[in-house]
């Protein structure tokens, strides 16, 4: 399980945001903090390994917390990364939080769909983070791979309809869920598109890393590819 602390000086939008958070398979809240003197204590004391970050706290500013918690070195062992939640639209605001290596910056108010997109983008980076061997250097393609899974989500390439792709995406999801894959002939009975049309979406989310092809093998002819959702 990722841990995840929430900091935010509003008490029913940290329970809110927590509650998505709670949502998302992989992830749990181990505490929740309303000042940034208390996000930079509960960091110390919890070890989240990822912290949601107002900007609005009442003693001090998210960017300011972000600084001190880059910039202490009495915590070799609690970096967390950050997203930073907020309702500040700012320009000096946004780089600054760039500045400070938040992953991502996200302005309130946002849907519970907007947060479960970057948390699962974060775990798709911290899975392929842990498995790279830690005594060896990046290769290229690694460093590539890693830094793609912070992009936000693009549109899907020209011929391939967004809503199309999104009741594919969907459809990929559920079937994962339940620990299962899915063919391009079962997406297209699902998704009420032609074998062909199912297949280049399919292959739009492997190619984009979203998801992965795995080969099932029986009878004669070529092997079934069979796919499946990893963000």
């Not at 900091?7 to 505490?31: L, Q």
């Not at 994962?176 to 739009?204: I, P």
């Amino acid at each position: 399980m990722i841990k995840v602390l929430v900091v935010d000086d509003d008490f029913m939008v940290a329970k809110i945001h927590s509650g998505y958070v709670a949502r998302v398979d992989g992830f749990e809240i181990v505490g929740v903090a309303h000042t940034g003197a208390d996000a930079i204590r509960a960091v110390d004391e919890l070890r989240p390994e990822l912290v949601l970050l107002d900007i609005y706290l009442p003693d001090m500013d998210g960017l300011s917390v972000l600084r001190e918690l880059r910039a202490s070195t009495t915590r070799p062992s609690a970096d967390p990364d950050v997203i930073v939640i907020t309702a500040a639209r700012d320009l000096d605001t946004v780089r600054g939080a760039i500045r400070g290596g938040a992953l991502h910056y996200l302005i309130k108010p946002f849907s519970y769909e907007a947060l479960r997109d970057q948390l699962e983008n974060f775990r798709a980076l911290h899975q392929k983070l842990s498995g790279l061997p830690g005594d060896s250097p990046a290769a290229q393609q690694d460093v590539d791979q890693i830094f793609g899974t912070r992009t936000h989500r693009a549109a899907p390439p020209k011929g391939l309809a967004t809503e199309t792709a999104q009741i594919v995406e969907r459809i990929l999801r559920e079937t994962t869920a339940t620990d299962g894959d899915v063919s391009a002939a079962e997406c297209a009975d699902a998704a009420g598109v032609s074998r062909v049309s199912a297949r280049k979406y399919l292959e739009h989310f492997v190619t984009s890393g979203r998801a992965e092809v795995r080969l099932r093998y029986g009878g004669t002819g070529r092997p079934e590819r069979r796919y499946h959702w990893t963000r």
